[in-house]
Structures are given as structure tokens and as C-alpha cells.
């Protein structure tokens, strides 16, 4: 049977599903047209001198961005060791021990931390940290990454020890094994692919967080003289170069923006491979 | 039954099930959880209180009129906030009126009509778009878009210039751009909420449409978007609290310009980008603390709109008739 409207309505489903794939497209042209403008621009400007070497003096032609990516490193690291562990440590507690009272205060919490614009992270940590020393420093950069890593750890970590079968605590528990051993020899290496690809998912957004470094951190065109000190980061680097009048400096913005989001981009590829493993790959 | 467990507890080398060793293990264990876990609230508490206190200056000095005042002259100290909240609102707007549509496009491909292998590939690489640091963007946005924008300006002047909203200069810069940028930002966040959202409809209900002679595409508009409308608005209002604090991207395009304008063309400012440009260089103690009051008007704000967000999106997980 066929009913009378049938090949205009099977137009209109047509027509629509035509117009949903041009909207995926669309979005994913926005993505290819990043990446192949930030490759062709910026890989053309790195070399050698540009990953190794310190900034020249303003006006002068050349020099590199070595101290911000060894900032970059230094400060994320850190505020990946602050954050990690609270993160995941928490994320246990939720999943494992909470009531679901405490759970819920703790997970409003997170929840609220998460949504907070990353630049108010910026002025918690400059006053907390930056006001007391009087003096911007890397060490302040880190605790705004680390407290933006925190929750986005912490709901993942919760998300995947849920993951783990009941039954599979019960017989370690059956066993005689202390509840605090279950945990941590038992659940958490089940879950502990997903566990990581949380981690390493928000170590590459920190990474690429400039708001909260611009009055923590601050920048500095020489090496840093440790954690206490003004620091030099890539993110930061960029922006600095990008608004500056000078065309050289368009174009290390160009190679430092490359680089950056090779590194966003391979951990977050690396993150969703890890995942990929079955859990509970560890027998 | 029970002897084969006991015997097995015994060759495991277990003694006692849980000797006062291993209780107090327990108990170390359980307390460094919950010292873990209760910083969260801690530093959701002391967030909250620092930006009460040290903006104090400000509500001391300027009252609640702060929110509604148009002047911003930091070196007679004057502030208010106006110029900035519009700048923000406006390209927040904008983004969503841009992306809101796309994305739900997108999502409803990726979840209802791509095949899956299609459907897997386009996920991963929208998600991927989301993790793009928004200084990049921005970079795009200042040597890609602003030129495009700056050229295609004079035509939007020289056809709907009679509105309000497109009249003015071509500067390329400005709330067009921003909001432009803004839209390529939370287009990732619409589309994955928005497919995770779809993707929790019962099949049985979609299969019921298909079953009755429906067409792909009148499922989805009959059965399955209504049935995660909530959820839907919710991932918009997620994807609004994104675009509200978002900064760098929005500093680097909107021209940094204090004043409110009817016109799209025209520079602005915004609440993030004004903090941005201007903390580091604040002199006066009533000048940092009436950025840090913009700071909590940012954080009150986007903790409203997440609040929302979340209860929209766990409506849905509810039973049906539980609605």
C-alpha cells in the first residue's frame, strides 16, 4: 500500500538527513581547516633554533621559545602532581566510600568547580598565592591549572571505579582482603585504563590554558629562576606574540601554536587509544 | 560449600578476616580519601569567599550599581560593569543562535542517521575540535577570520545597514567576530552532549515510530528530540556557561573597547576579556578589586546557568513518568 503523500514526506526525510550531514560537516571542516592552516603556517617556522634557543630582544629577527615550553612543562607538571592525586584519590572516595549525602555535596562541588571560567581560577590563585609573596610566580600558574584539573579528574576517576562489576570486589572482600586493599589492588587496576585517560585528557586541556597564567605566572623572556618566579609558558607565548605589531613574532606565534596543539592533540589521540584497551586488561 | 571457601581463605594465608592491622588500615586508607575529596568542597568554599573578599572595595565604594553603571575609569576610579556584561551577553548570544542550530544538526546525524562506523570517526574528531586551546582559536580568529569578517563587512552595511545592528564601520574586530569565534567554540560541546543526550533514548521508542511507517527524520522530530528536550536545553545552557567565561579567544577579536553599541560591527568588551587585559596592570587596590568583583559576577553567573544545565540534564535520567 502506498500512501498518498509517501514520496514527499521520504523528499523530506531526505532533505533532512542531507542537512544534518552538512551540519556534522561543517563542524568538522572547521576542525581540518585548524589543523591545516596551524600545520602549513607553522611548521614551515619551526626549526631547530626555534625549539632550543631563548627569545632575541625585542625588534631583533629569530630566536625561540625554549623557556616557555620548558615552563609549560614545569608548570603543568607540577599542577598535574597537585591535582592528579586529589583528583583521583577523591574521585575513589566518591565512588567507593561516600554517603550518598556527602556524595552529593562533593559532587556539586566538583560540578561547580568544573563550570568556573578558567580565568576566575586565575584570580583565586593570584590571591591566594600572588597577593601573600607579592610576586608573580610559576608556582601560582600551577595551583590554577592543578585546581582546574582537580574535578575534571575527580568525576572521571568516580565515573570509571563505578565501572567496575560488584562482583569483583565481593570476591576479593570474600577473601578476606581489607576493604583498603580491595580498592586499591583490585578495583583501582581494573579501572585504571580510564582512570589514566582521564588524567591525560585534562593535563592536555590545562596545557593549553592561557587565562589563568596571564597574572599568575606572567611570562618571562629568560630562563626562570624556579617555581617562585615569574615563568615563561607556551600558551602565553603565543598570545603575547599574536597581539604584538611585529611580523616575526606572528610567525613564532604560528610555530608555537603548532607545537602546542601537537601536544594537546597527541595525548588526547593517546588518551582515547589507552581507553580502547578492554578494562580489566590487568589479570 | 562453606568449607571450600573457608579452605580457601586459609590457603590464601589470611588469618583473621580483618585483623585490628588491616582495620586500621582501613580506617588511614578511608580518612585520606575523605580528606581528598572534602578539598573539592574546601576549594569551591574558599573560591567562593576570596572573590567575596577581595572585592570588598568595590561593593564598599560603588553599591550594586557597579552592575548597572556605564562608566569604566579606572583612574578616577569609577566603575561600572555594564559595557562588559552586554559585550558578554551579546556575543553569547550570538554563538548560541549560530551553534545551538548546528550542533543539534550534527548530533542528530551522528547519533540517529550516519552509519556507526561514520557516526564513530565524525565523534572522535568533533570531540577533538573541543580540546583545541582557545589561544589557538583565537590566533585563527585574528589572522583568519577578522580579514574574512573585515571584507564581507562593507556588503552587510551596504545591504541591511539600515538596521541598527549592522551599521557602522567595518573594523573587522568587534562582537560579529567574537561571537563567531564563541560559536566555533561550543559547536563541539552542543554536538557531543547533545548526541550522549540522543543516544539515551530507548531504541523500543524509536523502533515503535519506525514500525508505524515513520521516516527517519519524523522519529527524530516526533519521538526522540521531544523526549530529550530537557536534556537538549541543557546542553545549551552548558554550552552558554562555556561561552560566558570563555576568554583569550573572545580578548583576542572583540576589540577591547568599553562601550555598549546596537551594532554587531562595532568593538566591545567582555566581562573575561577585561580581566585579561587589565589585572596585571591594575594599580590601585580599588582597581584590582573591581576586577575581581567582575570576576564574581562571572562566577555567580556561570554557576546559575551550570546549576541549570545539570538540572535539566538529570531530569531526563528520571523515569518518564516520574516527569
Same mark, same amino acid.
Given at each position: 500500500m502506498r500512501f498518498p503523500d509517501y514520496a514527499r514526506r521520504k523528499q523530506v526525510d531526505r532533505f533532512a538527513t542531507a542537512l544534518s550531514a552538512a551540519c556534522a560537516f561543517f563542524a568538522l571542516a572547521a576542525l581540518f581547516a585548524i589543523l591545516g592552516y596551524i600545520a602549513s603556517k607553522g611548521a614551515a617556522a619551526v626549526n631547530w633554533d626555534f625549539l632550543t634557543q631563548l627569545p632575541k630582544p625585542v625588534g631583533e629577527i629569530g630566536g625561540g621559545i625554549a623557556n616557555s615550553i620548558v615552563g609549560t612543562a614545569k608548570i603543568v607538571g607540577l599542577a598535574a602532581l597537585l591535582g592528579g592525586p586529589i583528583g583521583i584519590l577523591g574521585g575513589i572516595y566518591l565512588s567507593e566510600y561516600a554517603s550518598s549525602r556527602t556524595a552529593f555535596w562533593v559532587r556539586y562541588a566538583a560540578d561547580a568547580l568544573n563550570g568556573v571560567p578558567s580565568i576566575v581560577m586565575g584570580i583565586f590563585a593570584y590571591s591566594i598565592i600572588v597577593l601573600p609573596l607579592k610576586r608573580f610566580s610559576g608556582l601560582a600558574g600551577s595551583i590554577a591549572l592543578g585546581v582546574i584539573l582537580i574535578p575534571i579528574v575527580l568525576r572521571n576517576t568516580e565515573e570509571f571505579m563505578r565501572l567496575v562489576p560488584r562482583s569483583v570486589r565481593e570476591g576479593a572482600l570474600a577473601l578476606g582482603i581489607p576493604r583498603w586493599k580491595c580498592v586499591l589492588r583490585v578495583a583501582l587496576p581494573t579501572a585504571a585504563p580510564g582512570v589514566l585517560t582521564g588524567l591525560l585528557l585534562g593535563i592536555s586541556r590545562i596545557a593549553g590554558e592561557t587565562a589563568p597564567l596571564i597574572f599568575t605566572a606572567f611570562g618571562n623572556r629568560f630562563w626562570d629562576q624556579g617555581m617562585l618566579h615569574p615563568m615563561a609558558s607556551l600558551p602565553l607565548t603565543i598570545y603575547t606574540y599574536a597581539i604584538s605589531p611585529y611580523e616575526d613574532w606572528h610567525r613564532q606565534a604560528w610555530a608555537g601554536a603548532f607545537i602546542l596543539l601537537m601536544f594537546v592533540l597527541t595525548a588526547n589521540i593517546l588518551a582515547r587509544l589507552l581507553m580502547r584497551r578492554p578494562t580489566g586488561g590487568h589479570s | 560449600m562453606i568449607p571450600v571457601i573457608a579452605r580457601s581463605i586459609a590457603r590464601s594465608g589470611v588469618k583473621k578476616v580483618a585483623g585490628p592491622r588491616e582495620r586500621a588500615g582501613d580506617?588511614?586508607?578511608?580518612?585520606?580519601?575523605?580528606? +581528598?575529596?572534602?578539598?573539592?568542597?574546601?576549594?569551591?568554599? $574558599?573560591?567562593?569567599?576570596?572573590?567575596?573578599?577581595?572585592?570588598?572595595?568595590?561593593? *564598599?565604594?560603588?553599591?550594586?550599581?557597579?552592575?548597572?553603571?556605564?562608566?569604566?575609569? #579606572?583612574? +578616577?576610579? !569609577?566603575?561600572? +560593569?555594564? &559595557?562588559?556584561?552586554?559585550?558578554?551577553?551579546?556575543?553569547?548570544?550570538?554563538?548560541?543562535?549560530?551553534?545551538?542550530?548546528?550542533?543539534?544538526?550534527?548530533? !542528530?546525524?551522528?547519533?540517529?542517521?550516519?552509519?556507526?562506523?561514520?557516526?564513530?570517526?565524525?565523534?572522535?574528531?568533533?570531540?577533538?575540535?573541543?580540546? !583545541? &586551546?582557545?589561544?589557538?582559536?583565537?590566533?585563527?580568529?585574528?589572522? !583568519?577570520?577578522? #580579514?574574512?569578517?573585515?571584507?564581507?563587512? #562593507?556588503?552587510?552595511?551596504? =545591504?541591511?545597514?539600515?538596521?541598527?545592528?549592522?551599521?557602522?564601520? &567595518?573594523?573587522?574586530? /568587534?562582537?560579529?567576530?567574537?561571537?563567531?569565534?564563541? $560559536?566555533?567554540?561550543?559547536? #563541539?560541546?552542543? =554536538? =557531543?552532549?547533545?548526541?550522549?543526550?540522543?543516544?539515551?533514548? &530507548?531504541?523500543?521508542? *524509536?523502533?515503535?515510530a519506525l514500525a508505524l511507517g515513520a521516516t527517519r527524520w519524523e522519529t527524530v522530530h516526533t519521538v526522540s528530540l521531544p523526549y530529550a528536550r530537557s536534556a537538549v536545553v541543557? +546542553?545549551?545552557?552548558?554550552?552558554?556557561?562555556?561561552?560566558?567565561?570563555?576568554?583569550?579567544?573572545? =580578548?583576542?577579536?572583540? /576589540?577591547?573597547?568599553? *562601550?555598549?553599541?546596537?551594532?554587531?560591527?562595532?568593538? /566591545?568588551?567582555?566581562?573575561?576579556?577585561v580581566i585579561a587585559n587589565e589585572f596585571a596592570e591594575a594599580t590601585s587596590d580599588a582597581y584590582v578589586h573591581a576586577l575581581i568583583g567582575i570576576g564574581l559576577v562571572l562566577f555567580v553567573l556561570t554557576l546559575l546557568i551550570n546549576g541549570c544545565a545539570r538540572w535539566m540534564i538529570l531530569r531526563l535520567a528520571r523515569p518518564a513518568g516520574a516527569r
Open positions: - | 580506617r588511614v586508607f578511608q580518612a585520606a580519601l575523605c580528606a +581528598a575529596a572534602m578539598s573539592v568542597v574546601a576549594l569551591a568554599l $574558599a573560591l567562593a569567599c576570596r572573590l567575596s573578599i577581595d572585592s570588598r572595595l568595590l561593593w *564598599k565604594a560603588m553599591g550594586p550599581g557597579f552592575l548597572w553603571g556605564t562608566t569604566w575609569d #579606572p583612574v +578616577a576610579e !569609577v566603575f561600572g +560593569a555594564l &559595557p562588559f556584561i552586554f559585550g558578554t551577553l551579546v556575543t553569547s548570544a550570538l554563538a548560541l543562535l549560530i551553534a545551538v542550530p548546528l550542533g543539534i544538526g550534527a548530533a !542528530v546525524f551522528l547519533s540517529e542517521m550516519a552509519p556507526r562506523r561514520v557516526a564513530a570517526v565524525c565523534g572522535f574528531l568533533i570531540e577533538l575540535l573541543a580540546a !583545541v &586551546p582557545s589561544v589557538i582559536i583565537g590566533l585563527m580568529g585574528i589572522f !583568519v577570520l577578522v #580579514p574574512v569578517v573585515r571584507s564581507v563587512e #562593507p556588503f552587510l552595511i551596504s =545591504t541591511l545597514g539600515r538596521l541598527p545592528l549592522f551599521s557602522g564601520f &567595518p573594523y573587522g574586530v /568587534g562582537m560579529l567576530s567574537a561571537g563567531l569565534v564563541l $560559536a566555533m567554540m561550543v559547536l #563541539p560541546y552542543i =554536538t =557531543t552532549i547533545t548526541r550522549e543526550v540522543l543516544m539515551t533514548v &530507548p531504541s523500543s521508542l *524509536k523502533e515503535g541543557g +546542553a545549551v545552557f552548558l554550552a552558554l556557561g562555556r561561552a560566558l567565561g570563555e576568554t583569550m579567544a573572545v =580578548t583576542m577579536v572583540i /576589540g577591547n573597547t568599553p *562601550k555598549i553599541s546596537a551594532s554587531l560591527l562595532d568593538p /566591545g568588551y567582555s566581562m573575561a576579556a
